[in-house]
C-alpha cells in the first residue's frame, strides 16, 4: 500500500476489484458504496464534492476513512431505510475498501438479518401457458430464450453473452465463458433447446448480416436491430409473453425460470451438488435454497414416492419381521 499512496484512490481500488475478478455489477455496487460513505460528512466538515474526494490521494483517504472518527456512523444512518440485503451488499463494499486501506470495520457493526424468502418459481400449469405463449409469440427470439433458460438454468447474463461457437449441438452442452464471479462452466441441455436454436438461426443468419459492432457477428440472439440482446431486453420480452400468457409480469423473469429449471431437477431425483455445478453456485448454501420447496410440491413427491415400495410392504404377512426390519437403516441406506 506503501508504493499507493500518493496515488488516486479510486482508480487504484477499481483495479484492485477488477484484479479480484469481481463482476462489473459487483464494481458498480461497490463504487455506489464507496461514495455515499466517502461523501458522508462530519459535523465540521464541509459539504463534500464527490469529483474532488475521487482524486483524493490513497493516504489521504486513509486519514478520512478512520473507523472511530464516527464517519461510518452517520453512514449507517443515512442508510438505515434500505433493504436488509442492500445494507449488507454496501457494508461488504466498505469492509472491502477499508481492508484495502489497512484497517478494519468494527466489532460493533451488526448486520441487519434479512428475511428468508424461497425462490419464485412457476407452477406447471404456469410453466405450459409460459412455453405457449413463447411459441405462439411473433419475436422469433422468445421460444429460443424461454427454452434455453428453462433447459439450462442459466443466468440472463450468461445467455446474451453466448457466443455461437460456445454452443455444441452435437454435445447438447454449452460453454459460458467468463459466467458470475468470472468462471466458465459447462451447462447442459436437450433436444428442445436444439430444435428452438435450429428454428432461430435462419435469422440469426439474416440479422447477422446487419450487424456492425465489432465482435457482436459471434453472438447466439439477435435483436431485432442486430445488437446483441441485454438483460434489459429479455426482460421486455418476458414481459410481453406474461401478457400473452395472462400471468402477472411480477411473476415472470429470467431469474424465476432459473429458478423452475432447479427446482425441477430436484423434484426428478437430481443431487444437489449436481445442480450446484449446473448452476454454477460457488458455495453449495446457495444451492441448499431449493431444498425449501412448496407444501404442494413436497405432497407431489410424497405421492410419488408412496407409490414405491415402502418399509411397511417388506414386513411379510405371517411370522417374525425379517431381520432387514429389525435394523431399517440398511434399507435407507
Not at 419464485?120 to 433458460?149: C, F, H, N, W
Request: glycine fraction near 4%; include cysteine.
Amino acid at each position: 500500500m506503501h508504493r499507493l499512496e500518493n496515488l488516486p484512490w479510486l482508480d487504484c481500488w477499481l483495479q484492485q476489484l477488477r484484479t479480484e475478478k469481481k463482476s462489473e455489477h459487483t464494481i458498480r455496487s461497490y463504487k455506489v458504496a464507496a461514495r455515499t460513505y466517502s461523501c458522508t460528512t462530519l459535523p465540521s466538515e464541509p459539504a463534500p464534492v464527490w469529483t474532488d474526494i475521487q482524486q483524493m490521494s490513497v493516504s489521504e483517504l486513509f486519514l478520512r476513512c478512520d473507523p472511530n472518527n464516527g464517519r461510518i456512523d452517520s453512514w449507517l444512518n443515512s442508510i438505515g431505510e434500505l433493504r436488509p440485503a442492500t445494507i449488507n451488499a454496501r457494508l461488504a463494499a466498505i469492509t472491502h475498501l477499508l481492508k484495502w486501506l489497512g484497517r478494519t470495520i468494527p466489532d460493533w457493526i451488526k448486520r441487519p438479518t434479512r428475511s428468508k424468502t424461497l425462490p419464485k418459481t412457476l407452477g406447471k400449469r404456469d410453466l405450459r401457458k409460459v412455453l405457449q405463449a413463447s411459441r405462439q409469440s411473433e419475436d422469433p427470439l422468445a421460444y429460443p430464450i424461454v427454452t434455453m433458460l428453462l433447459d439450462t438454468g442459466l443466468r440472463c447474463s450468461e445467455v446474451c453473452g453466448l457466443d455461437l461457437d460456445d454452443v455444441d449441438i452435437e454435445d447438447l452442452s454449452a460453454l459460458v465463458i467468463s459466467g458470475k464471479g468470472e468462471k466458465d462452466r459447462t451447462v447442459l441441455f436437450t433436444d428442445a433447446t436444439v430444435q428452438a436454436i435450429e428454428a432461430w438461426t435462419p435469422i440469426r443468419n439474416a440479422r447477422v448480416r446487419s450487424a456492425h459492432r465489432a465482435g457482436e457477428n459471434r453472438s447466439l440472439f439477435f435483436s431485432s436491430r442486430s445488437r446483441r440482446m441485454n438483460p434489459r431486453s429479455v426482460q421486455k420480452l418476458l414481459d410481453r409473453i406474461a401478457d400473452a400468457a395472462d400471468i402477472p409480469r411480477s411473476r415472470l423473469s429470467p431469474h424465476v425460470l432459473r429458478h423452475s429449471f432447479a427446482t425441477g431437477l430436484l423434484e426428478r431425483g437430481a443431487d444437489l451438488v449436481t445442480i450446484q455445478r449446473l448452476l454454477g453456485h460457488a458455495n453449495i448454501s446457495t444451492t441448499r435454497i431449493y431444498l425449501e420447496i412448496s407444501d404442494q410440491t413436497l405432497r407431489e413427491i410424497y405421492h410419488r414416492a408412496q407409490s414405491s415400495p415402502s418399509l411397511l410392504d417388506l414386513i411379510p404377512e405371517t411370522g417374525e419381521p425379517s431381520e432387514l426390519i429389525e435394523n431399517p437403516v440398511q434399507i435407507i441406506e
